[in-house]
């Protein structure tokens, strides 16, 4: 199947700080600039972009707030399984324990 543009927007409960902390993991160490409003992959071949927003922490109790951040991803020029590869790659990153 040809490569084609997928776009995923979701809140993640983690700092920007954080995120692009990890990012270098979630995209298999590819190369990418840090903008101002995200970050963009720099390397030939297919591209990917985030962009984010920071959010207003959610209260949960007065001790207890979370960092939140909006974040848009835009995939281009992947073929389809090659994105579900990226995708399942950088939620194994992004995946949080609980319960």
Do not use: N
């Not at 993991?25 to 963009?40: K, L, N």
């Not at 972009?49 to 922490?57: A, D, G």
């Amino acid at each position: 199947m040809a490569p084609q543009v997928i776009s995923l927007a979701c809140e993640m409960w983690i700092t920007r700080e954080e995120f692009l902390r990890c990012l270098p993991a979630a995209v298999a160490h590819v190369p990418f600039a840090i903008t101002s409003s995200g970050a963009i992959s720099t390397g030939a071949g297919a591209k990917w972009r985030f962009e984010m927003t920071e959010l207003p922490e959610r209260v949960i109790t007065p001790l207890m707030r979370c960092p939140r951040l909006y974040v848009e991803l835009t995939l281009d020029g992947y073929a389809p399984e090659a994105a579900d590869a990226f995708m399942q790659r950088f939620w194994r990153y992004f995946q949080r324990g609980g319960g």
